[in-house]
């Protein structure tokens, strides 16, 4: 377990403290239980010592990220990809940063470089498709999205999204079910459970809807639209 590993791991340091592999690796399992204070100490250790070890780079990038320092986190994923352009996961941390930031451009670029390097990935099928669907490219989402479902169909996030674009399109046969799917795998999939309720409401399913716009309300007590329609329903 992660108690035993650090455990051991400090051992390991303590006969050597000049061995960096560990300090990476203790650095890694700091990360991991949000401790991210020693893991930066362990990571940035592991580095002065073997400048060579990508992982610790890498990691160190994720911790970045993590812990808000954005400029930073993705001058170390560039400079990792830099070193080595294959590298998967800071194509996709910076994938993330980008998206989170609303640079649409940018993240379908990063993502779609980390697609080209290992195209069987579903969920940053998900996230590239988000990203067109953004900037209101969706067909080109929906595509994506259907991709990412027949690779791995439990992708609540794919189901919902996919769902609401066929929603906006009036095509509520197909929207339903994928609606009613992504709740089913995420019970606290809001969006998908609003977007359910309305196609509820419009069938005239009252009880059905107002139970929905309950749930809702319960996951997010602002929720402006599912108080509006709950009124109405």
Avoid: W
């Avoid at 911790?63 to 590298?87: F, M, V, W």
């Avoid at 509520?172 to 994928?178: E, G, M, Q, T, W």
């Avoid at 107002?210 to 108080?227: N, R």
Wanted: with cysteine; net charge negative; glycine share 4%.
């Amino acid at each position: 377990n992660t108690a035993s590993a650090i455990h051991y791991f400090n051992l390991a340091i303590e006969a050597d403290k000049n061995f960096a592999q560990a300090h990476g690796a203790l650095g890694t399992l700091f990360l991991e239980t949000g401790d991210f204070t020693k893991a930066e100490v362990h990571l940035k250790q592991s580095l002065t010592l073997d400048p060579s070890l990508s992982i610790a780079s890498l990691n160190l990038a994720h911790l970045y990220r993590k812990s808000g320092r954005i400029d930073t986190a993705i001058e170390t994923y560039q400079a990792l990809i830099q070193a080595n352009p294959n590298q998967v996961q800071a194509h996709l941390g910076l994938g993330t940063i980008y998206q989170s930031n609303e640079d649409y451009d940018q993240a379908i670029e990063s993502y779609q470089h980390a697609l080209d390097l290992v195209p069987q990935m579903p969920a940053v099928m998900t996230n590239l498709a988000s990203c067109y669907e953004a900037i209101e490219q969706d067909d080109l989402a929906i595509s994506l999205y259907q991709e990412a479902l027949k690779a791995n169909p439990n992708l609540s996030m794919a189901c919902g999204n996919l769902g609401r674009i066929h929603q906006s399109k009036g095509e509520v046969d197909i929207a339903l079910p994928l609606l009613q799917r992504a709740v089913e795998l995420d019970p606290n999939f809001t969006a998908a459970r609003y977007h359910h309720a309305l196609i509820l409401v419009k069938q005239k399913a009252y009880e059905n809807a107002s139970s929905e716009l309950e749930t809702v309300i319960s996951q997010q007590a602002d929720h402006v639209g599912a108080h509006y329609n709950l009124a109405q329903s």
